[in-house]
């Protein structure tokens, strides 16, 4: 089975604390610390344990700038055989459809049974891998945590619903999944294996070499555009309790007194 | 004028709460809009809701196919492109059915995209602005999108005050022959039902629920005996089941349980949309975080910035001593 997995670079949640820059308009983005979005990882996790099973090989793909380079190289440390970066100034600006735009031209140069991406990314959009889909007249299934082989044109998939019940459906090869958190348990990746994909060469393709026309892509084709970041005055919020931890601890075991807590 | 057409998701017959939430979301778009409903699905179940909606909404498209009785997405999406004009702003609720068929559409309608907007700004000619958030709730951002070639949104259940139900005999508008060919490449299979855990913190009015702050495996430990000395039970968020530390059952939210405790302690969760829309019956929230700008304490009654792994221990011994 041939896959693709879409990743994308992505501040860390857990990592740091989001400020906005001195103009109020931007995330202060100077000391951010980035990382491949959480739910990319369980897709390309997902895709190299679909190849150990019945064979292929595990591309990884992203629509980024120089840095992005990294985020690919993590994910082949993890056991991707292969890293593509689209990157291209007349990029820039993309919405969620410019994106899937851009993806969908390298795919067309390819041949792949299985594209994977992560169900949402930093922005919680969940767009991409839906608008690829249907681009490429290839059936989707959203949230996937269970992928089963059926025969080689078919796979059954699971999806995770509300209630954390599982919807299953059957679609036919090649389609567009997105994958949840908890579909598998990631790898690890160590230093040793990131250095060990160092110096492997991964190809950078442009809008020429993809056969995209500018005005299609980036901020010319976007319909839909973030104006800029804010904090909302959403009124007082939690009253925090301050002072030393006993104090703290004194006042919080009134309230939970108070309040059926205790 | 604009043409804003809402797609109800129901179940069993009734309709979900988000149907009387599109209405408000509609009117922060456009005062003036024309709002038309649509239900897709068969049977008497889809009788039901049409009629419903038909107390609400002025009018109700209905679109009925045997094909359609469970709501497949690529089904769904093809019903809608053959029926619905494709310049129109049509709303979807932002949840894992509206994330299954929302992107497709817009690229379907040729239309402009907006995703899990929680408020309008309103229109300004064919530019419309709109809230959302990025980064699980850390920051706030405006959109905007160009509607003049239509527009499919999806919105967050929830973030929209629902109107009173109506009582105006709108009409119901069978549109069902307008469909063309339902042939899709994905089919529906069954719904299997989340496996039942040992305990349910559905049943306990005390929970002490940790995020991924717990760092840990180990951790656990901490939050099992504070939750002991309470008299509680222990909850979680999706990242500790994901590492399979809890089971599932344990899971508060949209994909994990629905709990209505008196009081929810929160310890190390960020408050994600998905986390504290399980968190239903208005409890007393306590939040223990070591960032005082989580999203979590927007919400929460009290807060506390600390490391809960320092802070659960002290906290035990000292209910324990009273
Ligand atoms: C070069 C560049 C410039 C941009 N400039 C702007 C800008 O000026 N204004 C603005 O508002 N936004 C900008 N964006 C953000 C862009 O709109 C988002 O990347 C797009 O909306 C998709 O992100 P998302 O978080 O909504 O993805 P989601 O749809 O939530 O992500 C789901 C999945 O789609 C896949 N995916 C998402 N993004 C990528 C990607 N870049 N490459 C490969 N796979 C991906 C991943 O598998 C991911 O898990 C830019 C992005 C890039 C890469
Ligand atoms: C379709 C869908 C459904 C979902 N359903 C659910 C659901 O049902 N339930 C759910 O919970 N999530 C759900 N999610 C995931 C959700 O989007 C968030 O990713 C998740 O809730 C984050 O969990 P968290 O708050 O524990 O982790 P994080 O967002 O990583 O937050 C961890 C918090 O802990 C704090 N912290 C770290 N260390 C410490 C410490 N030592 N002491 C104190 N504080 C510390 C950090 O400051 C941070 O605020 C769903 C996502 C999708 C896409």
Redesign the interface.
């Known amino acids: 089975m041939e896959i693709l997995v879409c990743v994308k670079r992505v501040p860390d949640t857990a990592e740091n604390e989001f400020e906005l820059n001195s103009a109020g308009n931007d995330l202060d983005r100077d000391d951010l610390v980035y990382s491949v979005n959480e739910w990319d990882n369980y897709a390309v996790e997902e895709a190299i344990q679909i190849v150990d099973n019945v064979g292929g090989s595990v591309t990884v793909v992203t629509v980024g700038d120089d840095e992005s380079e990294e985020v690919l190289r993590r994910e082949m440390a993890m056991g991707a055989n292969n890293g593509v970066l689209l990157s291209d100034d007349a990029f820039e600006g993309s919405d969620g459809k410019g994106i899937a735009a851009i993806l969908k031209a390298e795919i067309e140069k390819g041949r792949y049974d299985l594209i994977l991406t992560g169900a949402q990314a930093d922005e919680g959009a969940g767009q991409v891998g839906g608008m690829l889909a249907a681009m490429l007249d290839y059936p989707y299934a959203s949230l996937v945590n269970k992928i089963e082989a059926v025969d080689d044109a078919t796979i059954k998939v699971g999806r995770e619903i509300e209630g954390g019940n599982q919807e299953m459906n059957e679609i036919q090869l090649p389609c567009v999944l997105s994958i949840q958190t908890g579909i598998n348990e990631p790898r690890y990746v160590g230093i040793r294996g990131i250095r060990k994909v160092a110096s492997v060469d991964i190809p950078v393709k442009g809008a020429g070499d993809l056969g995209i026309d500018a005005a299609t892509v980036g901020d010319a084709g976007a319909k839909t555009k973030r104006v800029d970041y804010f904090v909302p005055d959403l009124g007082e919020g939690a009253e925090m309790l301050e002072g030393s931890t006993d104090e703290i601890i004194e006042k919080l075991i009134e309230k939970l007194k108070a309040k059926g807590g205790l | 004028m604009t043409q804003i057409f809402a797609y109800i998701p129901f179940k069993n017959g009734s309709a979900e709460d988000v149907a009387l939430e599109f209405p408000a979301a509609a009117g922060k778009i456009d005062p003036t809009a024309d709002l038309t409903a649509v239900v897709t699905g068969a049977g008497p179940d889809l009788d039901a809701v049409a009629q419903e909606m038909a107390k609400t909404y002025k009018e109700v498209i209905k679109i009925s196919h045997a094909d359609l009785a469970y709501p497949?997405?690529?089904l769904v999406?093809k019903a809608m492109t053959d029926v619905l004009p494709h310049d129109a702003v049509i709303l979807v609720p932002h949840?894992?059915?509206g994330?299954?068929?929302?992107?497709?559409?817009?690229?379907?309608m040729d239309?402009?995209?907006?995703?899990?907007i929680v408020d309008f700004e309103g229109l300004d000619g064919t530019t419309l602005?709109m809230?959302?958030?990025?980064?699980?709730g850390?920051?706030?951002?405006?959109?905007?999108?160009?509607i003049s070639?239509g527009?499919v949104i999806t919105i967050r259940p929830g973030s929209f005050a629902p109107i009173e139900a109506g009582s105006a005999g709108g009409t119901v508008n069978d549109k069902s022959g307008e469909v063309k060919d339902l042939a899709?490449?994905?089919?529906?299979?069954?719904?299997?039902?989340?496996e039942v855990g040992d305990v349910d913190i559905t049943k306990s009015?005390?929970l002490v629920s940790i995020g991924?702050g717990i760092e840990d495996e180990e951790n656990i430990e901490l939050a099992q005996e504070l939750a002991e000395a309470?008299?509680?039970v222990v909850s979680c968020s999706?990242?500790i089941?994901?590492?399979?530390w809890l089971e599932?059952s344990r899971?508060v939210g949209?994909?994990?349980?629905?709990v209505k405790p008196?009081?929810y302690?929160a310890m190390g969760i960020?408050g994600s949309f998905q986390h504290l829309g399980g968190v239903k019956g208005n409890p007393?929230?306590?939040?223990v975080n070591k960032?005082p700008?989580a999203p979590i304490?927007?919400?929460?009654?009290?807060?506390?910035?600390?490391d809960i792994l320092?802070?659960m221990p002290?906290?035990t011994e000292?209910?324990k001593s009273?």
């Open positions: 497949n997405a690529e999406r949840d894992t059915f994330m299954d068929l929302a992107p497709g559409l817009s690229v379907k239309a402009a995209y907006a995703a899990d602005k809230i959302r958030q990025e980064l699980g850390a920051v706030y951002t405006h959109v905007t999108s160009d070639a527009a899709a490449k994905r089919k529906f299979l069954e719904v299997v039902e989340a009015d005390v991924r309470m008299g509680a999706r990242p089941v994901d590492a399979k599932k899971q949209t994909s994990g349980q629905t008196k009081v302690m960020s007393f929230i306590i939040a960032n700008k304490f927007q919400v929460a009654d009290v807060g506390i910035v600390e320092e802070f002290e906290l000292a209910i009273q």
